[in-house]
């Protein structure tokens, strides 16, 4: 089983920072892909950003320039680093991981429990 922690959401005037955690642990040979999603109260879960195992990431056009998303392999954490915040980038922010659970193993995907993130106007 695969656990995704979260962690480092909050209260932020608009134009200040936070910075998002998202920890895997569990029994597992591999994380592929691993992102953020968010979602606003009556609106539809959205992505904000994913990485590959290489390195490789995606943005939604919203948060370019704005926010990165990076990960440390080492540790199977994610994190997203949130700047120049506005009053619409208020959602609960969900950690999403693609996990091969063994060698040769299908890839199936986990959510962590969510974090929300307030930005004041």
């Known amino acids: 089983q695969v656990q995704l922690v979260e962690s480092g959401g909050g209260l932020v005037q608009a134009g200040g920072s936070l910075r998002l955690s998202c920890a895997a642990s569990g029994s597992f040979f591999s994380i592929n892909a691993m992102g953020w999603y968010r979602q606003a109260p009556g609106k539809q879960r959205e992505l904000v950003a994913t990485?590959?195992?290489?390195?490789?990431?995606n943005y939604a056009d919203s948060v370019k320039g704005r926010f990165t998303i990076s990960r440390d392999n080492a540790k199977n954490t994610v994190y997203l680093q949130m700047n120049s915040l506005k009053p619409d980038d208020t959602a609960v922010y969900y950690c999403?991981?693609?996990?091969?659970?063994?060698?040769?193993?299908?890839?199936?995907?986990?959510w962590g429990q969510g974090t929300q993130v307030t930005v004041s106007s």
């Open positions: 990485i590959t195992s290489g390195g490789t990431t």
């Open positions: 999403n991981a693609d996990v091969r659970a063994y060698l040769g193993g299908r890839l199936r995907g986990y």
